[in-house]
C-alpha cells in the first residue's frame, strides 16, 4: 500500500523542470521532487557502498536508517529555491510567435501573486534561494539555531557544484524579498507546504529533523552528501529516464480543481490525494533507463595462505615465492582492526604494487568498501599500470562469480589508450547483447552513465594520474562529486614522493579529507625521505581525528628502517621493520666530464664487446644532443631515443620496443635482447618502464632519482652479461666545470631540480670531484642516503669549499618552496579539521577569488605547478593535401601509412583517430607566459583553411593541427610571432620535436 498524499492547488502549480525549447514540455516541481526522493532511495540501496553509509551514520550520530531517510529528504527539497517569483517568471520557453516565455501564468491561477518586478529578477539563483527557504523554515518553524540549519541548508545550496557566499544568502533573504516569495503568505505557505512534501517522502518528522540538527552537520559529512544530491539530481533530471510532460497536452485549470487524466496519472489528485503507487512505477522505469551499475562489494576473506591469495590474483609461476614485503603487508592489512594509512617503502622491483593490491582487497572487504583507485605520476605509468590492474581485475572479479564492475582510466588521453578502449567498445556490445538477452561475459565494464572526465571517476575501479586524487582538494566546480568517488573506495598513490612542494599542498590536504572519511590510503615509495613520511602520516591522522578526538598523534620519531611498512590502526600508529628479500646488488658510481666527446669515448669502450646503455638525461634538449652522437657514431639503428617530445603514437612504439628489447623475457639466448644498443631518455626513463640496462649513464639528479636511476642497471637477473659489464656501473654527468672546487652543472639542470638538492645528493654520495667514485649497495644504502640528504643534517655531509654555495642555494630553494606553497593557497580546500573545530558548512566552502560569478572555474587552478604548454597534432601538407606522417598509419584497420586526411568533409573516425594521436605538446621555452595566446593565435590561423569539416569529429574538434612540410629530408613548420621572432618547428621519427628561434641553438628544456 502507497502512500497518498495532500497538495494544496499553489504547491502543484509550480514548474521544476522544462525543455526550454519550442515543443513546450515541462515537468511540476512537486514531481521532480517525488523523482528525486525515489532516486535517492535507490542510490543508498543500490549504489552506495557500506563503508559510505557507515562513515555518514558515524558522523551525523545516527543509525543507517535514519542518515538514509536525511539523504532522501536532502534530494526531495534540494530545488525547494524553484519555489519562488523569481523562478517561476522566468522564461522556459518559445511561443509559437518565437518569443520567450515563462509558465508564470499557472502558478498565478493557482493564487500565488508576482509582486511588481518579482517576475523580472534573474537572482538570486535557485541553489542559493533553496539554501536562504531552508533556513528561513528551519528557524522560523523548528525552532533551529542559524548555524545549524545552515550545516543542512549549504548542502543543497552546493547542488550546482558552486558553494554559496554568506553574502549571497543573506543577500537573498535581506535584499529582495519579493522575488523570494518571503512578503507574500501564500508563497510562504507553498514552500513550507513543499518542505512538508520532502520529509514525508522521507519519512522523517519534524522531531527527527530536530533531533539530526541538534549538533551541525560536520564539513565531511556535508560534502559527501552535497556530492550524492548532485549525482541523484543529474539521474533525476534526465528526461530519457524521468521524461516531461507537453504543456499543451493539459487543461491545467480543469487539473488543478481536482479534474483527472488517463495519460498523465502523476499530476492526478483527487480527494485522497496522490498515490506514489504511480510515481513508484515512474521512479522505477526511470531507475533502470540510468542502467546505474550497482557498487561492487567484497565478502570478508576467508583464511588463506599469502602465497595461495598472491597466486589466485596475479598467476605466480610455479614455484614462485613471495617477498617479505608482500607477505608482511598482507599479513598486517588481515590483523588491523580500523584499517587507515598504509605506507610501504621498499627498493624498486620487490613487488610493492601486487602487494598494494592484495592489501587493497582486504582493506575494502573489512571496511565495505566499493572499490579501489590506484593514482600515479604520470600518463606513461598510469597507462603502464591500467593494464596490471585490469588483470588483477580479471581474476578478482572472475573468483567473486560477481557482474562486472566498472572500471575506468583518468587522464587527457585515456581514449588513445587501445586496452582501455576495447574495453569501452566490449561494454557497448555487452550491453546491445543483453539488451536482446545474451551476455559477453565480461569481468570488467566502462558505465555509459560513467564516462567523462565529472562522472567517471564514480566507477568502481579507477586507474588514473595522481591529479585525479588530488583535485578532491582543489576548489573546482562539482568538487563534491569529486571527494564521492573517492569516499567510496581505497584508494592507493604509487611514487608518493614524486611530489614538488605545490603537489604536496594538495596531497596533505586530500590526505586529511581522507582521514577524516576514515578511507583507507596505501602510499608506495622506493625513496621516502622520513620527514615526507611523517608529514603524510600526520595529515592523514589529523583527518581522522576530525571524529572527535582534540589531539592528533604524531607520527614523529619514525624508524629510518628499509624495508618499512608505516600504518594505523584507528589513531595508534605503527610500524614494522620488514626483512630484506635478500636481493642486493652493488653498483660502482663515478663522476665523469659532460663533454658529449667523453661520452663517446666511455661508450667505444665499455661497450666494446657488446651491452645495452642507458643514458638519463635531465631535459630534452641534452637528450636530443647525446642521441644525434651516439646515433653518428654507433649507428642510428643501434641508438633509441625516449622523451615526452613525440607524437602520443611514436612515444608508445618506442616505449613498446624498448620493453620487447629490454624487458625481463628479452635475452640474448632468445634473439630478443641486442647484442648492442643505447637508449637515451629522459626521467621517463627512471619511472614508466621494466627495463634492464648492462650500464647506465645518468645526469645528477637529487639522491632519491638516482638510486630509481641506478635500479634500471642490473634490474633483472641474467645468466651472463657482455664482457666488461659483469659488475653493474654507473656514471654521472652533467657538471660543466669546476671552480676553485665547487660544481657548475650544465645549462638547464638546475632549472629542473633545485641546485642544493644537486649538491647534497652529490654530497651524501661522497662524490666531491671529478675523480670521485663510491660503490653503492642497493637496497642497503637507499634508506640511509635518501634520509640524510632530506634530513636536517644535510649539510653535515657538504664539502667544506662548497659551504657558500650551498647556503646561497638553500636560501634560493626555500624561497622557491615558500612561492609554490604560496600559489598553492589560491584555489587549496580548507583543512576539514578547522572546518569541523570552528563548526564550518559549505557555505564559503571555497575562496572569493575561486570562482566566477558565473560558477565556472577560472584562474590557476591546477594540481601541478608547470608552465602552460600547447598541443598541437602534427600532420604532413604535400601536393596541397593533408596526410598522416609518412610512417604512421594501421594497414590492418584499413589505413595506410601517410593516409590522406580530408579537409572538405568530416575524416572517417579510424583516420581521425589516429591523427588524434599524432599529437605533441611544443616546448616551455615556444609557450611562455607572455605570448603563450599569440602562439595559439598563430596556429588557429595556420589550421584555418584545414579544420572546418574536423569541427564535426569528436576526434579532431576542437584540435589545434601544424602542418609540416618536408625540407631537406626534414619535416618543418615555421610560427611567426611579434617583432619578427620566428620559430622553426622541426619532427622526425628518430628524434621527435626541437624548436629553435631564428638562427640560435635548440632552446634548453
Known amino acids: 500500500m502507497f502512500l497518498c498524499l495532500q497538495l494544496s492547488k499553489a504547491a502543484r502549480s509550480l514548474w521544476g523542470k522544462s525543455d526550454y525549447d519550442e515543443r513546450r514540455a515541462w515537468l511540476p516541481l512537486f514531481v521532480h521532487m517525488i523523482d528525486s526522493s525515489y532516486v535517492a532511495q535507490r542510490l543508498w540501496e543500490d549504489w552506495l557502498p557500506i563503508s559510505t553509509k557507515e562513515m555518514l551514520s558515524r558522523t551525523l550520530g545516527t543509525d543507517n536508517a535514519t542518515s538514509k531517510a536525511f539523504f532522501v529528504f536532502i534530494c526531495a527539497v534540494h530545488d525547494i529555491g524553484k519555489a519562488t517569483p523569481a523562478f517561476q517568471g522566468q522564461p522556459c520557453s518559445w511561443s509559437v510567435d518565437g518569443d520567450k516565455v515563462s509558465l508564470a501564468w499557472i502558478p498565478e491561477g493557482a493564487g500565488l501573486n508576482f509582486a511588481a518586478g518579482s517576475r523580472d529578477v534573474r537572482s538570486p539563483k535557485h541553489a542559493v534561494a533553496g539554501q536562504a527557504i531552508i533556513e528561513k523554515i528551519m528557524q522560523d518553524s523548528f525552532g533551529v539555531k542559524m548555524r545549524n540549519a545552515r550545516s543542512v541548508s549549504s548542502i543543497v545550496g552546493c547542488h550546482h557544484g558552486k558553494p554559496p557566499t554568506r553574502f549571497d544568502v543573506r543577500h537573498a533573504k535581506e535584499e529582495t524579498p519579493a522575488a523570494m516569495g518571503f512578503d507574500d503568505d501564500a508563497w510562504l505557505a507553498a514552500q513550507k507546504e513543499l518542505f512538508s ?586 634508506s640511509k642516503l635518501v634520509q640524510l640528504a632530506y634530513g636536517d643534517e644535510a649539510g653535515s655531509a657538504i664539502s667544506d669549499c662548497w659551504g657558500e654555495t650551498y647556503r646561497a642555494a638553500c636560501s634560493r630553494r626555500e624561497n622557491n618552496c615558500r612561492e609554490k606553497r604560496l600559489r598553492a593557497q589560491h584555489c587549496l580546500l580548507k583543512s576539514v579539521r578547522e572546518m569541523t573545530m570552528n563548526q564550518e558548512s559549505l557555505t564559503d566552502w571555497y575562496s572569493v577569488s575561486s570562482l566566477r560569478a558565473s560558477g565556472e572555474d577560472y584562474g590557476p587552478r591546477a594540481v601541478r605547478d608547470t608552465q602552460e604548454t600547447v598541443e598541437v597534432i602534427l600532420l604532413l601538407k604535400k601536393h596541397g593535401s593533408i596526410n598522416l606522417l609518412p610512417w604512421v598509419g594501421q594497414p590492418d584497420k584499413g589505413v595506410e601509412f601517410g593516409a590522406s586526411v580530408p579537409v572538405d568533409e568530416v575524416p572517417d573516425s579510424r583516420v581521425a583517430k589516429i591523427a588524434a594521436q599524432s599529437s605533441v605538446r611544443l616546448p616551455p621555452s615556444l609557450c611562455r607566459p607572455d605570448w603563450v595566446e599569440e602562439v595559439i593565435d598563430a596556429l588557429e590561423q595556420i589550421g584555418a583553411p584545414f579544420v572546418g569539416a574536423w569541427q564535426e569529429s569528436p576526434w579532431l574538434q576542437g584540435r589545434l593541427v601544424l602542418p609540416l612540410q618536408e625540407m631537406n629530408s626534414v619535416l618543418e613548420a615555421r610560427i611567426t610571432l611579434g617583432m619578427g621572432k620566428e620559430w622553426t618547428i622541426s619532427y622526425t621519427r628518430d628524434a621527435g620535436l626541437m624548436a629553435t628561434v631564428d638562427e640560435e641553438e635548440p632552446c634548453d628544456d
Open 197 to 782: 512534501l520532502s520529509l514525508n517522502l522521507a519519512g522523517l518528522t519534524s522531531e527527527n529533523l530536530i533531533a539530526l540538527v541538534r549538533e551541525v552537520v560536520a564539513p565531511q559529512a556535508a560534502s559527501i552528501l552535497s556530492g550524492m544530491l548532485i549525482m541523484c539530481d543529474w539521474i533525476a533530471s534526465n528526461a530519457y529516464a524521468f521524461p516531461l510532460i507537453p504543456l499543451e497536452s493539459v487543461d491545467w485549470e480543469y487539473l488543478l480543481d481536482g479534474g483527472e487524466y488517463e495519460s498523465d496519472a502523476i499530476l492526478n489528485c483527487g480527494n485522497e490525494g496522490f498515490d506514489l503507487g504511480t510515481f513508484y512505477e515512474r521512479g522505477k522505469r526511470g531507475w533502470e533507463r540510468t542502467g546505474l551499475f550497482p557498487s561492487w562489494s567484497k565478502e570478508p576473506l576467508p583464511a588463506v595462505e599469502a602465497v595461495a591469495l598472491y597466486k589466485q590474483r596475479f598467476t605466480l609461476p610455479e614455484g614462485a615465492t613471495l617477498r617479505a614485503i608482500q607477505r608482511d603487508a598482507l599479513s598486517l592489512a588481515q590483523s588491523i582492526d580500523e584499517p587507515g594509512l598504509m605506507i610501504i617503502e621498499a627498493p624498486m622491483g620487490e613487488g610493492k604494487t601486487e602487494a598494494a593490491l592484495a592489501v587493497a582487497e582486504v582493506f575494502a572487504a573489512k571496511v565495505g568498501a566499493g572499490g579501489v583507485c590506484v593514482a600515479l605520476p604520470t600518463m606513461a605509468t598510469t597507462d603502464a599500470m591500467f593494464s596490471r590492474v585490469h588483470s588483477w581485475l580479471d581474476h578478482l572479479l572472475s573468483s567473486d562469480n560477481a557482474r562486472p564492475g566498472t572500471v575506468y582510466l583518468a587522464h587527457g588521453k585515456a581514449r588513445l589508450n587501445e586496452e582501455y578502449e576495447g574495453i569501452v567498445r566490449e561494454s557497448r556490445y555487452r550491453k546491445g547483447d543483453m539488451d536482446h538477452g545474451g551476455d559477453k561475459g565480461l569481468s570488467v565494464e566502462v558505465s555509459d552513465w560513467m564516462f567523462g572526465s565529472k562522472k567517471g571517476m564514480l566507477s568502481s575501479f579507477v586507474v588514473c594520474t595522481v591529479d585525479q586524487v588530488l583535485m578532491g582538494a582543489l576548489q573546482m566546480k562539482h568538487l563534491a562529486l569529486r571527494q564521492l568517488s573517492l569516499v567510496n573506495k581505497v584508494v592507493v598513490i604509487d611514487e608518493c614522493h614524486a611530489y614538488d612542494m605545490y603537489m604536496r599542498q594538495y596531497l596533505d590536504v586530500v590526505l586529511e579529507w581522507l582521514g577524516s572519511w576514515h578511507v583507507p590510503v596505501i602510499l608506495l615509495s622506493a625513496t621516502l625521505p622520513r620527514t615526507l613520511r611523517e608529514e603524510m602520516a600526520n595529515s592523514y591522522l589529523s583527518g581522522w581525528a576530525t571524529d572527535g578526538s582534540s589531539s592528533v598523534p604524531s607520527a614523529t620519531n619514525c624508524e629510518i628502517s628499509y624495508p618499512l611498512i608505516t600504518y594505523t590502526d584507528g589513531l595508534d600508529i605503527r610500524q614494522k621493520d620488514v626483512r630484506a628479500s635478500g636481493r642486493s646488488s652493488r653498483v660502482e658510481a663515478q663522476l665523469m666530464s659532460d663533454d658529449v666527446e667523453a661520452l663517446v669515448a666511455l661508450m667505444k669502450e665499455r661497450l666494446g664487446q657488446g651491452g645495452c646503455a642507458g643514458v638519463i638525461c635531465d631535459t630534452v634538449t641534452r637528450a636530443q644532443e647525446v642521441a644525434r652522437v651516439l646515433g653518428d657514431e654507433f649507428g642510428a639503428q643501434n641508438v633509441t631515443l625516449v622523451h615526452a617530445r613525440f607524437t602520443d603514437l611514436d612515444r608508445m612504439q618506442n616505449e613498446l620496443r624498448l620493453r620487447e628489447m629490454l624487458g625481463p623475457d628479452s635475452t640474448t639466448e632468445n634473439g630478443k635482447r641486442p647484442k648492442l644498443h643505447i637508449v637515451v631518455g629522459t626521467q621517463v626513463l627512471e619511472q614508466s618502464l621494466d627495463i634492464d640496462f648492462d650500464l647506465v649513464v645518468s645526469d645528477i639528479a637529487p639522491v632519491d632519482l638516482i638510486f630509481q636511476r641506478l635500479g634500471r642497471c642490473h634490474r633483472h637477473a641474467r645468466a651472463s652479461r657482455p664482457a666488461g659489464l659483469y659488475e653493474a656501473r654507473c656514471y654521472i654527468r652533467g657538471i660543466s666545470e669546476w671552480k676553485n672546487g665547487v660544481p657548475i652543472f650544465s645549462k638547464g639542470l638546475t632549472t629542473i631540480y633545485e641546485k642544493a638538492s644537486l649538491l647534497e645528493s652529490m654530497s651524501v654520495c661522497r662524490l666531491f670531484s671529478l675523480t670521485s667514485a663510491v660503490s653503492l649497495t642497493l637496497p642497503a644504502d637507499i
